[in-house]
């Protein structure tokens, strides 16, 4: 249930609202939008009038209830507003969310050594990437394939950010590993194959770095909007989605299916960031730039691009990465398209912290 209150609403009288609803056993939460304040109400509301709750306070614009069954996630949460996930990166402050520039997340699929991930930071810097993502903990099908250097690579990690002052997005695979992880990460990824681990998304949920949350390979939109629900309810407002493309009955080209009608059916049904993977949708380096483009003409606010400086050396993912001179030319692409939408930064996308 959402509590709208009206513009030029005294904090005193929010803040009486909130202990009161507290009394009533709720969970109330204050967002500040750009126009208004609502409260968001979480708890026993099924029993509740709305009604009832109008009266409460003169101040009480209208009472809605979230008929969805995600309710921090849902865009009627904000009153239909877009949320930003701001990440506070060495090179400034970054936002990701429907109403600032596209950002760039490249890098390889996992660290394989200082001069390799030193080499891509300082490429896709200099390209226009904001973030730098790189694998210390890497989920492989196979037991035998490259499992990640573990935590030694989130050494080589800061080494990356150091030398760049990228922001770093890497994957959380066990809660054991969130504490070293969460040092040097500035966005924690779970990834595909643990968009259900509960109890993971419960621990990220009750820390504060921002989290991206990969779609599950056969997760509908609402259970990974219900995974998105287990981290904003466990405290963490922070949570980017991010499409990687979904397994469908056609794999014979494709590694999966890139689902880019996500991203309407996402807008209207979530606040939060929407990011999209078109490396692991496609699985293969030629399809990536026309899913890329796609991608920011259908709206994406943010793209993660799987990029390394010798792709058939890979250790994992070679065959969808770009190499660094390709990742160039995407971004002058993808300038063309980010302009054409209103999406595209001039200048760097880092407002000063
Ligand atoms: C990755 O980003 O390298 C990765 C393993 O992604 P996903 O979880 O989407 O498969
Ligand atoms: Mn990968």
New binding site residues.
Partial sequence: MIVVMKVGSPEDEVNRLMGEFKAWGLVPEKIVGRHKVVIGLVGETAELDPLQIQEASPWIEEVLRVEKPYKRASREYRNGEASEVLVPTPNGLVAFGEHHPLIVVAGP?SVENEEMIVETARRVQAAGAKFL?G?AF??RTSPYAFQGHGESALNLLAAAREATGLGIIT?LMDAADLEPLAEIADVI?I???NMQNFSLLKKVGAQDKPILL?RGMSATIEEWLMAAEYILAAGNPNVILCE?GIRTFDSKYTRNTLDLAAIPVLRALTHLPIMI?PS?GTGKWEYVPSMALASIAAGADSLMIEVHPNPKKALS?GPQSLTPERFDSLMVEMAVIGKAVGRWAEEPAIAAV
Wanted: net charge positive; charged share 55%; with cysteine.
């Fill in positions: 699929c993502r694998g890497k989920p994957e990824q990834g595909a194959r990969k990687r993977d692991h993912d």
